[in-house]
């Protein structure tokens, strides 16, 4: 009976693993999704978490990921080519500078703008590091 309920414990171990890694994936995929629209909020780095959470929880969530038509070329550029596309890069840049401006417009807090502006900086030095992906 003990190696019964330790198995049965695994499956039902297993299964919360799974899903939370399945909450994960799909909360990076809808909060990723609802950066596309809103300022402050990037797209990009939720998406490359969607994108390695999806293979722990589900196959099939993985391989929807990786044929997703808008996801699916962006995130096989970063896995072969550590990529990021040149378009990708210019809108990713424009938006950060005008979510800082906007801020700053608002009469946002000195201290926040500048820690802002350095993480925005290091954003942008990290975007114009990398390779424009080949396609």
Known sequence: MGVLFRIVAGI???RVTRLSWACLAWGC??????GVVLPLLPTTPFILVAAWAAPKASPRLNHWLDHHPVFGPNLHAWRTQRAVPRK???IAILLLLS???LLF???TNKVVLG???ILFSGVTLFLL???DARA
């Not at 995929?29 to 609802?34: E, F, P, R």
Request: net charge positive; proline share 4%; no cysteine.
């Open 88 to 90: 990708a890069k210019v």
């Open 105 to 107: 417009f608002l009469g």
């Open 99 to 101: 979510s800082w401006w």
């Open 129 to 131: 590091t990398r390779p």
């Open 115 to 117: 820690a802002l502006a």
């Open 12 to 14: 039902r171990a297993l």
């Open 29 to 34: 995929i809808g909060l990723g999704t609802a």
